[in-house]
């Protein structure tokens, strides 16, 4: 369940260091996520195995009832649970755009991450060294007053060792969201693309969205069309319908050209939507589960055509359209 009073940020289900940005689920087709069933995984925590489970846009932990207080006392001193460190680190990177990069292209495209790696990881990260790989726990006492230069190597000493942690902790964050497995993987991106597309981040952003469409649509557009990965070039849409596709050329110099809003990542790759027998998904015109209407192409350059279709519980769903 969320923690009382719901005080962390949308999707985590716990309240992190620092505040991200609320989800925009006001879009005119509802959020992004209406068209996945809820997941859930193991997790070992403390002397055990607890469930985690995402469901409705927000990753929940049914064995701890009262987070705000375990963080407290985590706070104080006690050990925090492995459950709550993964949730921290999921309200972390939820519109981390490095995510996009990192998570899988696909159901074939399988990340090979265990607990036993982060465990791995997070024996191997669990002191900070100095400039010569002595563990330092206490800072060292001086006879008289710095001077400026010994004053600056301590400041450089300071920021490398803030630098490490913040490495460190990146490194474990993502080990531990690899490990909860594809569906949530999914549903990370997902909530990362969602996050990007209800706000205009300019052209900074726009390299890295069009590559993680570009990942993701290239292996789609393959079994649809039978076209080389490598032929298919993806540009940003950004009016309100929903892009436009084109097949030009011959043999090498055949391209499939599709322009689609950073929101398809989300709301249609992520709910396992990208093709449907012979069309490729490009909308969501109504949102539900597990049944949805959506716009298809049956090829490049036609009409969208509207689409009935119906999804069977999985990670991710397998949806079939309805004739």
């Not at 209406?34 to 064995?63: K, M, N, Y």
Request: net charge negative; aromatic share 4%; charged share 20%.
């Amino acid at each position: 369940m969320n923690p009382p009073g719901g005080s962390g940020p949308p999707g985590s289900g716990v309240p992190p260091e620092g505040r991200a940005p609320p989800r925009d689920d006001t879009a005119p087709n509802g959020a992004w996520f209406t068209c996945l069933p809820s997941c859930e995984t193991q997790v070992p925590c403390g002397t055990g195995r607890h469930t985690v489970r995402w469901e409705a846009g927000s990753l929940d932990l049914p064995s701890h009832s009262d987070i705000e207080g375990e963080l407290v006392l985590a706070a104080l001193g006690g050990d925090k649970a492995r459950c709550v460190e993964v949730a921290q680190a999921w309200a972390r990177h939820t519109d981390d755009l490095s995510v996009l990069a990192i998570g899988p292209r696909g159901p074939a495209d399988q990340i090979a991450v265990d607990w036993d790696d982060v465990l791995a990881a997070g024996e191997t990260g669990s002191s900070v060294t100095g400039p010569v790989g002595v563990a330092r726990s206490t800072p060292m006492r001086l006879a008289s007053q710095p001077g400026p230069t010994l004053a600056r190597a301590g400041a450089r000493q300071r920021q490398m060792q803030e630098d490490q942690l913040k490495a460190q902790r990146r490194r474990n964050d993502v080990l531990s969201l690899l490990a909860l497995g594809y569906g949530f993987q999914v549903r990370l991106i997902g909530q990362v693309a969602a996050a990007h597309a209800a706000r205009d981040g300019g052209e900074q952003v726009r390299p890295a969205l069009v590559a993680a469409i570009t990942g993701r649509l290239a292996p789609v557009a393959e079994e649809w069309l039978g076209i080389d990965p490598d032929q298919v070039v993806v540009s940003l849409h950004a009016g309100r319908s929903w892009g436009s596709s084109e097949l030009t050329g011959y043999g090498a110099d055949r391209r499939l050209r599709v322009s689609l809003p950073a929101g398809w990542l989300a709301s249609v790759w992520a709910c396992g939507l990208a093709r449907v027998g012979r069309h490729l998904i490009v909308a969501v015109e109504e949102p539900g589960w597990p049944t949805a209407r959506v716009l298809g192409l049956r090829a490049p350059g036609a009409q969208p055509e509207p689409l009935v279709v119906h999804g069977s519980p999985g990670d991710v769903p397998h949806w079939e359209a309805y004739e």
